[in-house]
C-alpha cells in the first residue's frame, strides 16, 4: 500500500490551499476585493492587454466556461471590458480597464509582502530546485492532462 502522505501530491495541494487562503486574507486586510484568480488574470491583461478570450483560456490553463464566468464577474467590478475584435465579432478581446489597473496597483505590494513573507528563510538554491522539481511534474502530466484542457 502507498503511503500517500510520503507522496508530493498531497503536500502539492496543501500547499495551493494554504496560498489561496493567504492570499484571500491578505487582500481582505488591506481592503483589496480581489481573489488570487482575479489577480493573476489582471497581471496577465496588464502584459496582454487586449489578448483574446480563447487565448487566454490557454494561457491560465482555464476551461472556456470557467474563464466566462470569471470575466464576468471581473465585469460586474470593472476590472475588465470585453470587446468584440473589429476584424471578427466572434471573437472577444479582453481589456484591463482604468480601474482594474488601480486595483492591481494597489494589490502587487501586497503580492510582493507575502512573496516576501513565503519564501522567508529559503535559499537561492532552494527555490530554484523547488522550481525546476514543479515544473519536472508538470511536463510528466502536461502531455495527457492539458490537452485534454486545451480541447475544452
Known sequence: ???????????????MKVIDYFFMDRFARHNI???????IL???????NGESQHNLAFLTNRDKASLARLLT????????ARIPSDSDQRIN?????SHGEKILKQ???????MIDEMQEGLTDEEKIITINVLKKLMNNIKSEELVALETK
Open 33 to 39: 476585493e480581489l481573489t488570487k484568480v482575479q489577480w
Open 42 to 48: 489582471l497581471k496577465r491583461l496588464k502584459e496582454m
Open 1 to 15: 500500500m502507498i503511503d500517500i502522505e510520503k507522496t508530493l501530491m498531497p503536500w502539492i495541494g496543501k500547499s
Open 107 to 113: 494589490a502587487m505590494p501586497v503580492v510582493k509582502e
Open 73 to 80: 464577474t471581473m465585469e460586474r467590478k470593472n476590472l475588465v
Open 93 to 97: 478581446r479582453i481589456y484591463i480597464t
